[in-house]
């Protein structure tokens, strides 16, 4: 009792006599400075990356698409929507570096086990099974063909799972996943004068 | 209880009316038990059901927080809009859910997918929402689950909440259930309340039924038991189906009273017939014999040998045919009885007192005794008299010299009887067959009347006059009933 004790008395000092780990920013409202800081970093990903195949540079034409739309919300200093537009076409922007993995065998990660790729296909199912709603709350026509583009990557990563061809399933599912986001990201960019609802 | 065991039809209703009450009560018992047992079921069900869906909420709402790095920086309405989306998703597979989120003292990601209105509802349940809020900060507090049941004026809420301490928010879900005052079980009790007052009305009903037939079939007996005493009684009318069998049983009374009539004027119609035909023997005989005699002193004139004898024949048959005619007269002037409650020794030993000279004339001894000296019974004492006398005559006149007479009284069951047991030959099959028939007589200058009247004096009054066959002599039994007896009407 007396040992517990005074290893924890010990543990509090060090803690007080090392130094601590600078603390991650809180979260917070989006601020000019940090969407402008946002978008630029992404337009650097979009223009040094080079579409590997047609999906790759038809998610980079949306992506390149959405950015522009958060960069003009930005000028016109609605930092929230122009927030999601710019996470909207960071999603997009990883479809095209998925399509890279898929040319690599897995990308810099490598191969994940089977297993984790059918836990992971499970959750893409349950995201898909959002898109419609996602696509009605944006408001958006140009992400009309989203939900059946995410079924479709879905319905490759099946094939492949099928096959035992676990780079695949796992690198459609996540395109799947990047789409079903970007639509999640545009329909939050469209609750910004709605209010909290419930 | 033995009266109770008698009577089959009221035993039969007390079975009905017990094994009525007992499945009536059985029926409500297993009802309200079933009902419990139901209620028990179906929230230990859905407490299942929402755990599992709660659970699923919660699982979903991690995935989504990991794999949002910016997930604590969007606003609440950005976040109501995730959250919804996973609710509407993860509760379609649960039927009648609905559920969400609470953070931050609000309510987020409500949906409810299954909900019957062809809009998605997007409302928190205002009716519910402090049952929710009470539920879900419970679940926050304890940084677990929470389950409570409310019990509403129409349904049966129930809550489940799942709480991420450390995240601050709480996965929510809830099912209403038909209450007790939820219409259809209203109707369900309506229904149930109607058919426990048709089986209380059908057990006063098979009650009063049966207590009414068991009364009516009583009231038949009664009748039955005065009709067996009484002819002329009637079964008093009914209106229920008791009323038909008294109407047949009154109509076989009546039926039977004529017949009996008929047999009673038939029966005299053959009595007259053989009273004619005897007396026109007996008379037939003595005038032949006159008439014989006559002729015979008609010779006897001619010669003048006419002796007093002779005419001694003719004026003993004529006394003969004078005797006749006076028992004759003597059975048609039989009155009618007049029973009494009286002691029968007395006149039996006044009998007795009137013959005692004329039996020790003959040396005979004439002795009387009884079982009981008060012996009582109903009879009329003057006719009694005179049928007793008859037989004491008869006794004295077959018993031959220094012989033995006994007079008898004794008690049997119903019955009192006055033995007379003469001291002569008895009587053999032939004499015993034709015993009390009009005219039928053994003994010489008999009108064979004395037998017939006598036996007609005691059952006129509801006692019998009976031979009883005996090793030595002769031996006549009066019979007196213990009850008065009512005499049938002759018409």
Redesign the interface.
């Known amino acids: 009792m007396v040992v517990s004790c005074s290893a924890a008395v010990l543990v509090c000092i060090m803690q007080l006599l090392l130094p601590q780990p600078p603390r991650p920013p809180r ?4 601020d000019a400075r940090r969407v402008a800081d946002h978008i630029a970093d992404i337009r650097r990903k979009i223009e040094n990356i080079q579409p590997v195949n047609t999906t790759a540079r038809r998610a980079l034409q949306y992506s390149r698409s959405y950015l522009q739309r958060g960069e003009t919300f930005l000028g016109s200093q609605r930092l ?1 929507t122009a927030d ?1 537009f710019a ?1 909207a076409a960071d999603a997009l922007l990883h479809i095209a570096e998925h399509q890279e993995h898929l040319r690599s065998n897995g990308g810099p990660k490598g191969t994940k086990p089977m297993e984790e790729v059918r836990r992971h296909l499970e ?1 893409v199912y ?1 995201q898909l ?2 898109a419609d ?2 696509l009605t ?1 944006a408001h958006d026509k140009e992400a009309a063909s989203f939900p059946k583009w995410a079924r479709d990557f879905y319905q490759i990563a099946m094939r492949a799972a099928e096959t035992g061809d676990a780079v695949a399933a796992d690198e459609n599912a996540k395109c799947a996943e990047e789409v079903v ?1 970007a639509l ?1 990201n545009l ?2 960019a469209a ?2 004068n ?5 | 209880m033995n009266r109770l065991l008698q009577n089959r039809l009221l035993l039969q209703l007390l079975f009905t009316s017990v094994a009525a009450v007992s499945v009536a009560a059985l029926s409500a018992m297993l009802i309200a038990e079933a009902i419990r047992s139901a209620e028990s079921v179906v929230l230990k069900e859905t407490n299942q059901v929402l755990s599992t869906a709660t659970s699923e909420l919660q699982q979903q709402y991690l995935y989504r927080v990991i794999a949002d790095s910016a997930w604590g920086s969007l606003p609440l309405s950005a976040k109501d809009l995730s959250l919804r989306a996973i609710t509407q998703t993860a509760l379609r597979a649960y039927p009648g859910v609905e559920g969400g989120f609470y953070a931050e003292s609000d309510f987020l990601g409500y949906a409810f997918p299954t909900h019957d209105s062809a809009l998605a509802k997007t409302d928190v349940p205002s009716a519910e929402r402090n049952w929710i809020e009470q539920t879900v900060k419970r679940s926050l507090q304890n940084g677990g689950q929470a389950h409570q049941v409310f019990r509403g004026r129409s349904d049966i809420v129930v809550i489940e909440a799942t709480a991420d301490k450390a995240r601050s928010i709480s996965a929510w879900t809830m099912k209403r259930l038909a209450g007790r005052n939820d219409p259809n079980i209203q109707k369900r009790g309506l229904l149930l309340l109607a058919l426990g007052l048709a089986a209380l009305l059908s057990i006063v009903g098979t009650l009063a039924t049966g207590i009414s037939l068991q009364r009516g079939v009583a009231e038949v007996n009664k009748g039955l038991s005065r009709l067996e005493k009484d002819f002329e009684y009637r079964l008093s009318p009914r209106s229920d189906e008791l009323g038909q069998i008294s109407q047949s049983i009154n109509r076989m009374a009546i039926a039977r009273g004529q017949l009996e009539t008929e047999l009673r004027r038939e029966d005299r119609l053959r009595a007259i017939g053989r009273l004619a035909s005897s007396l026109a023997h007996e008379i037939r005989n003595p005038l032949n014999s006159i008439r014989l005699t006559v002729q015979l002193l008609e010779q006897k004139l001619k010669t003048n040998s006419i002796r007093p004898q002779d005419l001694a024949i003719v004026k003993g048959e004529v006394d003969r045919l004078n005797t006749l005619v006076t028992d004759l007269l003597d059975l048609q002037r039989t009155r009618q009885p007049r029973p009494e409650w009286q002691t029968v020794l007395p006149v039996v030993e006044h009998c007795i007192s009137l013959l005692h000279k004329q039996a020790e004339a003959q040396g005979h001894s004439l002795t009387t005794g009884a079982h009981q000296p008060d012996l009582y019974a109903y009879f009329d004492s003057q006719q009694l008299t005179q049928a007793l006398v008859n037989l004491l005559l008869n006794a004295i006149q077959a018993t031959p010299a220094h012989g033995r007479i006994q007079v008898y009284v004794d008690d049997r069951n119903d019955q009192v009887e006055i033995i007379v047991q003469d001291g002569g030959a008895g009587l053999s099959d032939e004499q015993r067959e034709h015993l009390f028939e009009l005219f039928y007589t053994t003994k010489p200058g008999g009108t064979g009347l004395g037998l017939a009247i006598s036996r007609e004096l005691m059952r006129s009054q509801g006692g019998d006059l009976v031979y009883r066959a005996n090793e030595a002599g002769a031996r006549f039994v009066i019979q007196l009933p213990k009850e008065a007896w009512c005499q049938p009407q002759q018409s």
């Open positions: 979260p917070g409202p989006p929230f999601r996470a959750r349950f099974q959002q709603y996602f709350e986001r999640e329909a939050q609750t910004e709605s209010g909290v609802r419930g």
